[in-house]
């Protein structure tokens, strides 16, 4: 059940359990589905009008179904007291000693996450609505003796595997749903609230990424290059009323006085036709749009002076395709994109002749794809670039969809390293500032 579920890899010490209760759900759901729709089947087939043609006033008489109702309810209390609750309340109650935690505030907003870090002397300094700009989002008032070593990242979570972090979370504007996949976290985001969360990372970004190491074949992404054909350009008559919603223009138009009313590139839907005819125009030259643009240009494509107007493992963008239009271009080599998802290559790669073509990390790209093939490397390994992020699992407004922040789990070194770097960014050792300044602020810190 768990493969067929396909659930993200989980890289917390409590992930186990809620796997486990969601996998058991399912087989009782299962199990629920098959036994009431056979059921039902067997109802429709037994009691049909043509064998029963007069309705049976006495009902069923055995209480087989009674035993039925009664003993899916009783497994319903046991999956509720014996695991939800135990589980829930080991989430909500059983936070661990506080000496033993990382503990971070989390500030949502539309459309970012604030991560805020108390620094070394492990308090947090304080906070002022008053402060707030587009350069401290958290409005953190830095003359706070508690918030000159506090460090604040936006959309960067940065954690120490196998040490449980606490992290109180609220918001500054709506409602937002802090979503750890790969940690089996997911809590809302309450404004007015501080609501803390726990849970202890038990492997490191780059072991989840390992275990979504996929091989990738190049052959097949190769396969799907065709040769496709090009919109043509064709001067048309407009009048009031028209609409060509599929058809984009392809001049530049002026009105008299020499201002541009509308430029090349934009979409003929009637309101824009209207504005034209307006103006006085009633011959224009546009072209329909092409949609190309999940597809990969195979060649290097030149206009008529020799420059190269749409490059190899370039994008076919609407702008891509008007040059090849313009170019007087019928049709090109193309093929589908396959790095619209994120993906880093875990292997290194070269050519015959030893030129190297990827390295171990390096993200994928097309160019990286049309090489290993022009190379004979027919599959190559591959894993998510971010296994590990924040998603918002709250439709919080347009632009949701950005709200994605990258959790990076380290070893203990890496985040002490990561950790004293921003500190260091912060408070530039003292050293350097007595240089420069014989009253340094930093060393009376003390
Ligand atoms: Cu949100």
Avoid at 68 to 89: Q, T
Avoid at 160 to 189: E, M, Q, W
Avoid at 249 to 265: H, R, W
Wanted: hydrophobic fraction near 40%; include cysteine; proline fraction near 5%.
């Amino acid at each position: 059940m768990e493969q067929l579920l396909n659930l993200p890899p989980d890289g917390s010490a409590h992930g186990p359990a809620i796997d486990n209760l969601i996998v058991i759900v399912h087989w009782l759901m299962a199990v629920l589905f098959v036994g009431w729709g056979t059921f039902y089947i067997y109802t429709l087939i037994r009691f049909k009008r043509k064998t029963n043609p007069k309705a049976n006033y006495a009902g069923v008489k055995s209480h087989f179904s009674n035993y039925l109702e009664v003993s899916v309810l009783v497994i319903e209390v046991i999956l509720l007291v014996g695991f939800s609750i135990p589980l829930w309340s080991n989430r909500v109650d059983d936070f661990p000693a506080e000496k033993d935690v990382l503990r971070i505030h989390v500030i949502a907003e539309q459309f970012a996450w604030n991560i805020h870090y108390p620094g070394p002397d492990g308090r947090f300094g304080k906070r002022d609505i008053k402060l707030i700009d587009s350069e401290n989002p958290l409005g953190l008032d830095r003359t706070d003796a508690d918030a000159k070593d506090d460090i604040t990242t936006i959309n960067q979570l940065n954690l120490p595997v196998n040490k449980p972090v606490i992290i109180d979370l609220t918001t500054k504007d709506v409602i937002h749903s802090f979503g750890l996949n790969a940690y089996r976290v997911k809590h809302d985001a309450i404004p007015g609230m501080s609501i803390p969360l726990w849970f202890t990372p038990v492997k490191t970004t780059d072991q989840i990424r390992e275990e979504l190491r996929h091989t990738f074949s190049i052959a097949e992404a190769m396969k799907k290059v065709e040769t496709m054909s090009l919109p043509l350009m064709t001067k048309i008559s407009i009048k009031k009323g028209m609409d060509m919603n599929d058809h984009m223009l392809m001049q530049d138009i002026t009105n008299a006085s020499g201002e541009m009313v509308m430029s090349k590139g934009e979409n003929l839907n009637s309101e824009n036709i209207d504005k034209l005819a307006d103006t006085g125009t009633n011959e224009i030259s546009s072209r329909p749009m092409a949609n190309l643009d999940k597809f990969i240009s195979m060649e290097d494509y030149k206009n008529n002076a020799g420059e190269i107007i749409v490059a190899k493992n370039e994008i076919l963008s609407e702008d891509a395709v008007t040059k090849l239009v313009e170019a007087d271009m019928k049709e090109i080599m193309a093929r589908e994109g396959s790095t619209i998802d994120p993906f880093v290559v875990m292997e290194a790669y070269a050519d015959k002749s030893g030129n190297q073509i990827a390295s171990k990390g390096d993200a994928l790209t097309e160019e990286m794809i049309t090489k290993c093939s022009e190379a004979g490397i027919n599959d190559i390994v591959l894993a998510p670039a971010t296994p590990t992020e924040i998603a918002c699992a709250q439709l919080c407004g347009l632009g949701h969809y950005k709200m994605r922040g990258y959790v990076t789990v380290q070893t203990q070194e890496e985040f002490t390293a990561w950790f004293d770097e921003q500190e260091a960014a912060l408070n530039p050792p003292a050293e350097e500032s007595v240089a420069s300044d014989s009253t340094s602020v930093q060393t009376t810190q003390e």
